[in-house]
């Protein structure tokens, strides 16, 4: 691997580039780059709006630590949206129908939540194992399966009967609620999760049997099978952490955010697609994910100011985040772009040592 | 009982024509080698220069080649990257659905809720057409030198290079062609299936598409009865709508297409051909 220094550089270069290539976007659609930028960097980054960066840091950093492992086992897990929505889903159903009493109503929910994720997550991989079906599909299509499989709890067998014909559950009871930090929206219970999560997971990364495992059977098959490592036990552990930390990151929308199972598109506003980009900005690193989930939870703060501010519809993050992932899989060739020396006399040769690609993310070391 | 016998071809023709143009584009591009997940954006991008396109002229088939020149163009992205940058193939095709799906959202914003006045029927000229090209697709992947050529560059990258043929420019090609056609697959939905503009219209029909391209062997002709057959099942769901509630039977598309691609991998065992030999791998000149 470069230097961190050089793929900090690199990184940061293909941000520039993608914002820039937004702007001529933004150009186009007549509204001027400069004003815009401008205006979001106000909107996001002062002391009021800064709490939103954390909130919708949450989901995306527990959903990034999740994909950074999926990705290190090279499972393209694009799931994240869907096992969002499973952990909500069981959450939900913890704090409205269950008998579980008051302290332990928020500790079970977590593990529902965590359960349902993974669940959602383990589904793919079972398929993939017995039936070989390609992950990426589906791993989406259970997205929609679970958009919808909300959508219809929440029109029908579990609308709220105080809700009357609104498409929400009845509100979590004050014990099914996270506590917040004063004055913000950032429920600290789940942040706190995410950041013992992350760090666990590098942990299970470096220092385990099973990390050393996950991380052979992704950067090489064929000495994984030599070495007698079991593709499927791998790959069901990596879906069983990767699925639950999404379904915790629904735990947290619903149990801090919303209160209440609500239509899907609300309940998640994207942050298991955007969660993709988290952990490839992270290189394989779930330490790296702090830093990387705060970047993107900028991104989707902006998206609020530019449809407030600019009247631009929710979707345009989409184009920042499609723009950022493009420029930083083309900037991948540059990581390792080194000049060389070559003795006797002939001209210095630029020679680039891409890893064979489709090989996925051939991270850092944990 | 004839009728809802003709009542399903029907519908499942309506529904199934603009999944057998984003289909037989993803065959292409597959055959050559390179994976495009963003038909999705493509699709999308296609659907919102079509209608704007129809909207503005009155002109629908104008708007169908400006959709084919959208997705065309949008393909072109994911090819830079996958093709001379190496970019991973997976990753750019979902930022291009990303791209894709953010773009017509913003640019589409002042379209939205528009009248179309002029639109094309639901089964139409290019539902025939579709028909047709799958025919003629078939023919020429199998049967021409241009077929053996995209089918080489996508199993046997190396040997098509040491016989003089342009790699690159070959899938190049097979990825813009791909990206027109998914093109005007979501330009059809836009003008002709549901002749209006909201953004994300094309609702994941785009990950259908790639479905039945995988479902059907990389065959252009399976893929064309794939996406009429699932056009056919997707409106015989909904005949359960009298006992089920709407999401789950919407939910129904995208369990079937699971399914099915289950059952694909487990004929695929007995010996029905696989996937291209190269798929998914970018060819590096002078490597092995």
Redesign the interface.
């Known amino acids: 691997m470069p230097p961190w220094s050089w793929l900090l550089a690199v990184s940061v270069l293909a941000i520039v580039v993608a914002l820039a290539l937004a702007g001529i976007?933004f150009w186009s659609?007549g509204v001027s780059p400069l004003r815009a930028y401008g205006i979001i960097i106000r909107g996001t980054l002062n002391a009021r709006a800064l709490p939103e960066v954390g909130r919708n840091m949450i989901p995306l950093l527990l959903a990034g630590v999740g994909l950074v492992l999926a990705f290190r086992a090279l499972f393209?897990n694009?799931g994240a949206e869907g096992q969002i929505l499973l952990g909500a889903t069981a959450a939900t159903w913890v704090a409205l129908f269950s008998p579980v009493p008051g302290i332990w109503k928020l500790p079970v929910m977590f593990a529902a939540g965590f359960l349902g994720g993974a669940v959602w997550g383990l589904i793919p991989a079972v398929?993939k194992l017995?039936?070989?079906?390609?992950e990426?599909?589906?791993t989406?299509?259970?997205n929609?399966?679970a958009l919808?499989?909300v959508?219809?709890l929440v029109?029908?067998p579990w609308k709220g009967p105080e809700m009357r014909g609104f498409a929400f559950t009845d509100a979590f009871p004050a014990a099914a609620q996270l506590p917040m930090i004063p004055g913000t929206r950032i429920h600290w219970p789940t942040l706190l999760i995410g950041v013992v999560l992350a760090v666990g997971v590098a942990f299970l990364l470096r220092r385990t049997r099973a990390g050393f495992e996950i991380r052979v059977q992704g950067e090489n098959a064929d000495a994984a099978r030599y070495a007698g490592i079991d593709p499927a036990r791998t790959l069901l552990l990596v879906m069983l952490v990767a699925g639950g930390a999404a379904g915790l990151a629904g735990v947290g929308e619903v149990a801090g955010i919303h209160r209440r199972l609500l239509d899907p598109n609300q309940i998640s506003l994207g942050f298991g697609?955007a969660a993709?980009i988290v952990a490839?900005l992270a290189r394989g690193s779930p330490v790296a994910v702090l830093l990387t989930s705060l970047f993107l939870g900028i991104v989707f703060a902006s998206g609020d100011v530019m449809r407030v501010a600019l009247q631009?519809?929710?979707?345009?993050?989409?184009?920042?985040?499609?723009?950022i992932?493009?420029c930083l899989?083309?900037s991948?060739?540059l990581l390792f772009w080194r000049v060389r020396w070559a003795p006797g006399g002939r001209a210095p040769a630029a020679e680039s040592e891409?890893p064979?690609?489709?090989r996925?993310i051939s991270g850092g070391d944990g | 009982m004839e009728e809802w016998i003709l009542n399903t071809i029907i519908r499942g023709l309506a529904l199934g024509t603009p999944l057998v143009w984003a289909a037989l584009g993803e065959v292409y591009a597959e055959r050559s080698g390179v994976v495009n997940l963003g038909v999705e954006g493509m699709m999308v991008l296609g659907a919102f220069a079509a209608f704007a396109v129809a909207q503005s002229t009155g002109h629908p088939y104008l708007g169908l080649l400006l959709a084919a020149g959208a997705g065309a163009g949008a393909a072109m992205l994911h090819a830079v990257l996958v093709i001379s940058l190496r970019a991973n193939q997976y990753v750019s095709g979902l930022a291009l659905t990303m791209f894709g799906l953010g773009l017509s959202a913003l640019l589409g914003r002042r379209w939205e809720g528009l009248p179309l006045l002029t639109t094309l029927p639901e089964i139409s000229l290019l539902t025939y057409g579709g028909l047709a090209l799958g025919a003629l697709l078939w023919f020429i992947l199998y049967h021409t030198r241009w077929g053996i050529i995209l089918r080489s560059a996508g199993e046997a990258p190396a040997a098509v290079d040491s016989l003089g043929v342009n790699v690159f420019l070959v899938r190049y090609l097979a990825v813009a062609f791909g990206g027109a056609l998914a093109g005007v697959g979501g330009g059809l939905l836009s003008v002709a299936y549901r002749p209006s503009w909201t953004e994300g219209v094309t609702v994941g029909l785009g990950w259908i598409a790639i479905s039945i391209a995988i479902f059907a062997s990389w065959d252009p002709l399976r893929a064309v009865a794939g996406a009429f057959l699932f056009g056919a099942l997707f409106h015989l769901s909904f005949r359960l709508q009298t006992w089920v509630a709407p999401e789950p039977l919407q939910m129904m598309p995208f369990a079937f297409t699971i399914l099915v691609l289950a059952l694909a991998s487990a004929r695929r065992r007995v010996g029905v051909q696989g996937a291209p030999e190269a798929l998914g791998l970018p060819y590096i000149r002078g490597e092995r």
């Open positions: 976007i659609y393209w694009i398929l017995r039936f070989a079906v390609n990426v599909i589906s989406l299509m259970m929609y399966i919808y499989l959508s219809w029109h029908g697609y993709i490839w631009m519809p929710a979707r345009t993050t989409d184009v920042f985040n499609g723009l992932l493009f899989i083309g991948e060739r891409a064979e690609q489709a996925g």
